[in-house]
C-alpha cells in the first residue's frame, strides 16, 4: 500500500502552485534544472538517434530542457500515472504521453528511460518494481534521480548507495554511475546495460 496518495499530494502542489517547478513538489526551477543536467550527462553525447521514455514526466520538463540546450532526441515519450499531468504534458511538449502506472504497465521499448523525483513518494517495494519495470524496458539504460541517504520520514522514500548497489546486481546492470553532492540529499543514479 502507498505511503501517501500520490493523485492527493500532487494535485495539491499543482492547485497551491500551478504549472511549475513548485506544482511538483521541487523547491526551485534552479534545484530542477541541476537535476536534468545530472540526467543529462549520464546520457549519450549524440542522442538525435536515440528514444527517451521519461518515467514520472510531470508537465514534461524534461523534454523541454534537453530542446533548450539543444539536446535533441529521436523520440520522446513521457509516462505520468495522473491524468493532469498528462494533458498538460501534451500540451506543452506536442509529444506522445502516456498515463500509466509504472510500477504495473507493460512499457514502451526506448533506448533509455529517465525519471527525475518520480521514485520520491514510494515504498521501497514500490520503488523496486518502479525500477526494475523501466532499466528492463530500456536498450541502453535507466538514469534516475532519488533522494539519498538512510533518512527516515512518513512522506519520503531515502534510498542509500548500498540499496541501489544491490538491485543494479539484481538486474544484472553491466555497469552502474553514481553522481552526488550537488544537492542536499540527493543522488543520481545510472544503470547501464
Same mark, same amino acid.
Request: aromatic share 8%; charged share 25%.
Given at each position: 500500500m502507498p505511503r501517501i496518495d500520490s493523485e492527493k499530494f500532487y494535485k495539491a502542489a499543482l492547485?497551491?502552485?500551478?504549472?511549475?517547478s513548485c506544482g511538483l513538489h521541487w523547491s526551485s526551477d534552479a534545484h530542477q534544472s541541476i537535476r536534468f543536467d545530472k %540526467? $543529462? =550527462?549520464?546520457?549519450? &553525447? &549524440?542522442?538525435?538517434?536515440? $528514444? %527517451?521514455? &521519461? $518515467?514520472?514526466c510531470g508537465f514534461g520538463d524534461f523534454y523541454r530542457f534537453l530542446q533548450n540546450n539543444a539536446l535533441h532526441v529521436n523520440r520522446y515519450i513521457g509516462i505520468d500515472s495522473l491524468q493532469e499531468m498528462c494533458d498538460i504534458a501534451r500540451e506543452k511538449t506536442a509529444c506522445e504521453i502516456i498515463r500509466a502506472d509504472i510500477t504495473k504497465a507493460?512499457? *514502451?521499448? =526506448? &533506448? !533509455? !528511460?529517465i525519471c527525475s523525483g518520480a521514485l520520491n513518494i514510494l515504498? *521501497?517495494? +514500490?520503488t523496486e518494481l518502479f525500477i526494475r519495470n523501466c532499466f528492463a524496458s530500456c536498450t541502453k539504460g535507466f538514469v534516475f534521480n532519488a533522494l539519498h541517504g538512510d533518512k527516515k520520514s512518513d512522506t519520503y522514500n531515502y534510498i542509500t548507495i +548500498?540499496? %541501489?548497489e544491490s538491485l543494479a546486481k539484481r538486474l544484472h546492470a553491466k555497469r552502474i554511475k553514481f553522481e552526488e553532492g550537488y544537492i542536499e540529499h540527493d543522488i543520481t543514479v545510472g544503470f547501464f546495460k
Open positions: 492547485k497551491k502552485h500551478g504549472v511549475s %540526467i $543529462a =550527462a549520464m546520457l549519450d &553525447d &549524440d542522442l538525435t538517434q536515440s $528514444a %527517451i521514455v &521519461d $518515467a514520472g507493460r512499457l *514502451p521499448v =526506448a &533506448d !533509455y !528511460y515504498t *521501497p517495494f +514500490e +548500498e540499496t %541501489i
